[in-house]
């Protein structure tokens, strides 16, 4: 077991990289495999631009949708929010804004992959763009050529968009209408590869900005993400043995009809308070709500909003651990 331990140290510290990494190759082969078996373009000016955009934003609206499902910070934003009680305490204005932005840049990571790679492929641009009259015409004039309108320009332009429709499909009589198969496979591909770099681009400007941004030094952010681990991992095996110990005591006292010894457990309003998202304070140093909630002055005290309190992007990763993983949420 000692062997694959630094394997596992080294899982653990870059389990976020690992997972976007695998989304990325798993959604890859999946829109390869969707494009090749399921996806068969209809090659008719009716259906073309209509059945290639549903196969292309269709499951690229699903995927954006399922990391909305699948974060665990999702439902920790709305768990509590809908009670009537708890609704003035939600994020709101500008904090709300920032936490929606970033669960809206975590669930966009995996839609973007499958568009990108829809158009590396061009299969759905090329049959969606077969389809479309405003790029037809702007392809068709590429063979026609005609410097003032004339009879024969006519025919050929519109012998051009009666059988681009069916250049996918390598039906189209004329070869040169069937050789701009290979002019819509190219700006396909070339707008595949603009996507990608402008989301690096725009992913890479958000992080610097970010970093610049920080209230902390690097060292410091390393040292709370270690402690986060290591609350959690604490937090996890204490309530498990509290959870267990009152388990038990609430059955045998069911069969044995005796009465259960009072357990001391922490109330709503408490777990409501540890439970809130994190917001930093530059007068105090508190690496997580439960922290900050042990610290706190007064008994009485609520820790939701302080003065000072502010959302730093960068401490983000804050509220991403929890006691539960996201299957079990």
Same mark, same amino acid.
């Given at each position: ?13 870059? +389990? ?12 890859? $082969? ?20 209509? @059945? ?15 990391? @909305? ?17 708890? +609704? ?24 973007? =992959? ?10 759905? @641009?090329?049959?969606?763009?077969? $389809? ?5 015409? +702007? ?14 320009? @006519? ?42 770099? #402008? ?7 958000? =992080? ?7 209230? #902390? ?47 001391? =457990? ?64």
């Amino acid at each position: 077991m000692e062997k694959f331990k630094p394997l596992l140290d080294l899982q653990i510290k870059h +389990r976020t990289s690992l997972l976007y990494g695998l989304t990325s190759l798993l959604t890859a $082969g999946g829109e390869r495999l969707f494009s090749t078996v399921v996806f068969q373009c209809p090659c008719t000016a009716a259906w073309n631009l209509c @059945y290639s955009l549903v196969f292309l934003l269709v499951p690229a609206l699903v995927l954006f949708l399922l990391g @909305y499902l699948l974060s665990a910070r999702t439902w920790h934003v709305l768990t509590g929010c809908c009670a009537s009680s708890t +609704r003035a305490k939600c994020p709101s204005g500008c904090r709300g804004a920032l936490v929606l932005l970033k669960l809206t840049a975590s669930a966009a990571f995996v839609p973007l =992959t499958w568009v990108a790679v829809a158009l590396l492929g061009g299969s759905f @641009y090329e049959c969606a763009a077969s $389809g479309s009259k405003i790029l037809a015409r +702007r392809l068709c004039q590429k063979i026609s050529q005609c410097q003032n309108v004339s009879s024969h320009c @006519y025919n050929v332009s519109s012998q051009c968009l009666e059988q681009l429709p069916l250049v996918p499909c390598s039906q189209a009589k004329e070869s040169s209408v069937q050789d701009l198969l290979k002019d819509l496979k190219a700006e396909s591909q070339v707008l595949g590869w603009i996507l990608i770099a #402008v989301v690096i681009i725009v992913f890479l400007l958000l =992080t610097a900005v970010s970093r610049c941004l920080s209230p #902390v030094s690097f060292l410091q952010l390393k040292f709370w993400k270690i402690y986060l681990e290591q609350e959690q991992q604490i937090l996890k095996s204490q309530a498990t043995e509290h959870a267990t110990a009152l388990a038990k005591e609430n059955v045998t006292c069911f069969f044995e009809s005796s009465h259960a010894k009072e357990y001391n =457990t922490p109330s709503i309003k408490e777990w409501q308070q540890i439970s809130s998202l994190y917001t930093f304070n530059p007068k105090d140093q508190y690496y997580s709500m439960l922290h900050k909630y042990v610290n706190r002055k007064e008994e009485s005290h609520s820790i939701r909003s302080c003065e000072g309190d502010v959302v730093v992007p960068v401490l983000g990763f804050v509220d991403s651990p929890g006691i539960s993983t996201t299957n079990e949420l």
